[in-house]
């Protein structure tokens, strides 16, 4: 069964460092997604992404965060200046349906600690 | 603005009996209500949706879930618990009228005890 893969699983970084976190959707998906979940709660949603451009993007999403597909296969979502608070379940997420009929489809999630 | 309300942090179940894990929302335009799960360390898997059409949706694992517009609810259930659904379940919403995010509630742990 397609699935969404993340990479990295779980990656470790300085305060201020600038952090990459990689996604593949499923293939003949057309609608992406970043959503963040801390400590196990309540997931939050950052950015949507559609025809090579940002649809729709919380407060959350502020300068520091910008997302690329850069090969028609990877969607990245970029932290240019890490902080403290940023340290989160990163979750990327994709859809083939219908922009909003069809559900979304998660990967496993690229947890992020910023030290 | 678009929300979800789940009132419950967590829901105890005997295996074998019905439970029930509560929804409301809130949004201007039609609502999307979609239902996921999360097991530990694990992404969110999809159970069922509600677009349109029968307020009764079934999904998967046996789960199902009601739309009632008049309550802005959307309620999960299942007839007869089993240990393995002992997961995180988040219930979300989509404006449809507009935009494409996906919000969701906080979630609602739920446990099965054998």
């Known amino acids: 069964e397609p699935e969404v893969t993340q990479t990295p699983s779980h990656q470790v970084t300085q305060m201020g460092q600038e952090v990459i976190l990689r996604c593949v959707p499923i293939?003949?998906?057309?609608?992406f997604y970043w959503y963040r979940q801390i400590l196990g709660q309540k997931v939050e949603f950052l950015v949507s992404?559609?025809?090579?451009?940002?649809?729709?993007k919380s407060e959350i999403f502020d300068d520091q965060f910008s997302v690329e597909r850069p090969d028609g296969s990877n969607f990245t979502l970029k932290i240019r200046s890490t902080k403290l608070e940023d340290s989160a379940m990163y979750f990327c997420?994709?859809?083939?349906?219908?922009?909003?009929?069809?559900?979304?489809?998660f990967g496993e999630g690229s947890r992020l600690t910023v030290l | 603005a678009q929300s979800v309300a789940q009132p419950e942090d967590q829901v105890n179940v005997a295996e074998g009996n019905p439970l029930t894990v509560k929804c409301t929302y809130s949004?201007?335009?039609?609502?999307?209500l979609f239902w996921y799960v999360q097991y530990p360390n694990r992404g969110l898997q999809f159970l069922l949706k509600?677009?349109?059409?029968?307020?009764l949706v079934k999904g998967s694992y046996g789960f199902e879930a009601e739309f009632n517009k008049s309550q802005t609810s959307f309620h999960l259930k299942k007839p007869s618990a089993l240990v393995s659904d002992s997961a995180l379940y988040f219930c979300?919403?989509?404006?449809?009228?507009?935009?494409?995010?996906?919000?969701f509630g906080t979630g609602t742990r739920l446990a099965v005890r054998p």
């Open positions: 509600y677009i349109t059409g029968d307020n």
């Open positions: 992404f559609y025809n090579n451009e940002i649809s729709e």
């Open positions: 979300a919403v989509r404006d449809g009228s507009s935009g494409d995010k996906l919000t």
């Open positions: 949004v201007s335009g039609n609502p999307y």
């Open positions: 293939s003949n998906h057309l609608y």
């Open positions: 997420a994709s859809s083939g349906q219908a922009k909003n009929t069809g559900e979304l489809f």
